[in-house]
């Protein structure tokens, strides 16, 4: 008797099918925070006449905000879910173009329209926080926890992919309509993702008792340093190789930026199911030596084109730190606090990035820029020293 071909084993998808759907939402979510990168620096100090301090300042906002609210918005879907905790994000969003818009109606009063947009930016900072906890736990929950490097390593991709399509366009709507073609669109980008995520079906909450924060949070800490150390020089790229190029008189540093993010795009796609199958601290110590080797390079070269081999060796290197720590930190922490585990392990990415870039702004000024990439490959020698750690010691706690 033949067999029923309908009772045959059915191949599993893979986990980018899988996770394309909550990608798709993070990508248009994500393309909003991209519009106002450029923008919002040109509005706040040629607009409203404000000092790069404060143009700072407002920017910065944002990250703090995303920095609190990590914890909360991890809670927020492991007890109501993650579809609930994405369009919770969503909506914030959308208050915060409203609060872009407001700000416009008192341009004439800068002080208050700037007051105002750091309003705004507080509340993208807290939604931004809803939608990658909640994509993260919606990911770990549908790929399994078998694949949590495979799911950072995707949902990264669909995150920096949409600040960066997300910059120019951004650009052309200020320069094409002002700042108000922005906060439009920073409303109605979230308001049609919501109505990708409403046929999504939704993850349940975890029912049983959660773990008390201390709990989760001791779990993470070590991978949590590790990543904190080890993003520093990933940090310093964005922050100050542009002032490198200015130094040693060099043309086009766009091309930095795009060495960076391709390499860094081309180590996830390529090496992303490595955490996943010979475990994380082992890729993210190699990762991290990879990144050192980058830094270091940057601060000796004598050319620009050793100086993007640096930027290269660094994204590269750097594009599996997250994930292969991650997947540390998610395998220590209780099965059903994988939200607020992810939340307590991203609060160190936020946090070293933003002790980090006045550190290295003082050792710049004492030092010369070149030396803030020698002080980060140190670092970054740091953060490899804990994924050894992590790779002799391999405990759950």
């Known amino acids: ?38 923008a919002l620096p040109l509005h706040v100090s040629q607009g409203l006449g404000q000092s790069a301090f404060i143009v700072g300042v407002v920017g910065s906002t944002q990250f703090a905000t995303a920095l609190i609210s990590r914890f909360w918005a991890g809670a927020h879907s492991d007890g109501k ?24 109606q008192f341009t004439a009063t800068p002080q208050l329209s700037v007051a105002i947009l750091m309003g705004g930016r507080a509340l993208l900072g ?16 549908l790929a399994g926890p078998a694949n949590t490097g495979k799911v950072m390593a995707w949902m990264g991709i669909a995150l920096y992919a949409a600040a960066a399509i997300g910059a120019p366009i951004g650009t052309a709507l200020y320069q094409a309509y002002g700042f108000a073609a922005v906060a439009a669109a920073t409303m109605l980008m979230p308001a049609a993702t ?44 964005t922050t100050f190789i542009a002032l490198l190029y200015v130094e040693r008189g060099w043309d086009h540093v766009w091309m930095a930026f795009s060495t960076t993010s391709l390499a860094f795009i081309l180590g996830r796609v390529t090496l992303g199911h490595l955490p996943d199958r010979i475990g994380g601290a082992r890729v993210a110590a190699v990762c991290v030596l990879v990144e050192v080797a980058g830094q270091l390079m940057i601060w000796q070269s004598p050319s620009v084109a050793l100086t993007l081999v640096g930027v290269a060796l660094t994204g590269f290197g750097y594009a599996l730190v997250y994930p292969g720590f991650g997947v540390e930190a998610i395998r220590r922490a209780p099965p059903q606090n994988r939200g607020l585990a992810m939340g307590a392990f991203t609060a160190f ?29 140190l670092t970054a020698i740091a953060g490899a020293m804990i994924a050894g750690w992590l790779v002799w010691r391999p405990g759950r706690g």
């Open 126 to 141: 807290i939604g931004q926080s809803f939608i990658v906890m909640g994509s993260m736990s919606w990911g770990l929950a």
């Open 1 to 38: 008797m033949s067999a029923n071909p309908d009772s045959a084993p059915k191949a599993a998808p893979s986990v980018l099918i899988t996770l394309l759907p909550v990608m798709s939402v993070l990508f248009v979510a994500y393309l909003v925070i991209g519009f106002a990168m450029p």
């Open 81 to 104: 879910g993650p579809k609930h905790a994405m369009i919770v994000g969503l909506l914030t969003i959308i208050l915060s173009g409203l609060a872009y818009l407001l700000s416009l």
């Open 194 to 237: 919501l109505l990708l995520v409403a046929p999504l079906a939704a993850i349940l909450g975890t029912p049983q008792p959660r773990a008390a924060f201390s709990k989760v949070a001791g779990a993470v800490g070590l991978p949590g340093l590790g990543l904190a150390l080890s993003v520093v020089g990933f940090g310093a790229i």
């Open 349 to 377: 990415y936020d946090l070293s990035l933003g002790i980090s870039g006045p550190l290295l702004g003082l050792v710049a000024g004492a030092a010369g820029i070149g030396s803030v990439f020698f002080v980060s490959a």
